[in-house]
């Protein structure tokens, strides 16, 4: 079993900066791209920024150059490090990992998705 376990959200007033982090844990073998989500109520859950395996970053229009998505292979685990923050930003954020783990039945490799339980971010005007 996979778990992902996000830290790092909180309070903080605009202008302010954040920085979220999420660790994988449990029987991987590798994890292919990260992602962070958000979700504000009533709402749907909206893509923030994805990290491939390799590094490579892409981010929502609403978050270039405020936010940066990093990843450490070796530790399993994706940093989202937001600056500049508005009372937008409000939001219940979500990390997303495509991971990849040995079926024991099978010795297959098996590749599912795995959600985080989300941390709070609040942005005071």
């Known amino acids: 079993q996979v778990q992902l376990v996000e830290s790092g959200g909180g309070l903080v007033q605009a202008g302010g900066s954040l920085r979220l982090s999420c660790t994988a844990s449990?029987?991987?073998?590798?994890?292919?791209?990260m992602r962070w989500y958000r979700q504000t109520p009533g709402k749907q859950r909206d893509l923030v920024a994805t990290?491939?395996?390799?590094?490579?970053?892409s981010y929502a229009d609403s978050v270039k150059g405020r936010f940066t998505i990093s990843r450490d292979n070796a530790k399993n685990t994706v940093y989202l490090q937001m600056n500049s923050l508005k009372p937008e930003d409000t939001a219940v954020y979500y990390c997303?990992?495509?991971?990849?783990?040995?079926?024991?039945?099978?010795?297959?490799?098996?590749?599912?998705?795995?959600w985080g339980q989300g941390t709070q971010v609040t942005v005071s005007s």
């Open positions: 997303h990992a495509e991971v990849n783990t040995i079926n024991i039945r099978s010795s297959k490799i098996d590749s599912s998705d795995y």
């Open positions: 449990g029987r991987i073998l590798s994890i292919n791209d």
């Open positions: 990290s491939t395996r390799g590094g490579v970053a």
